[in-house]
């Protein structure tokens, strides 16, 4: 959103942006650990550990979210 538009959430912009990008990356990650199981317990193991590293991947994307956000609440 431009400066000039109100934010229809009362919340600064970024906050919200750090919010929602911290929700998406914690969502994902358990999405990506689901996919992980099924592909191993059919047996691609190479697939499983793909998903792995894309779930261990939002988990850094979200604990640096999430110190972001806490700087900026300080």
Known sequence: MSPQTPVPTGTDD??????LVL???????????????DSRESGDDELADWFTELAESDREIAEKAKSM?????I
């Open 14 to 19: 970024s906050h919200y942006d750090l919010i």
């Open 23 to 37: 929700q998406q990356a914690l969502e994902d990650c358990v999405r990506y650990q689901c996919f992980a199981e």
């Open 69 to 73: 956000l806490v700087a900026r609440l």
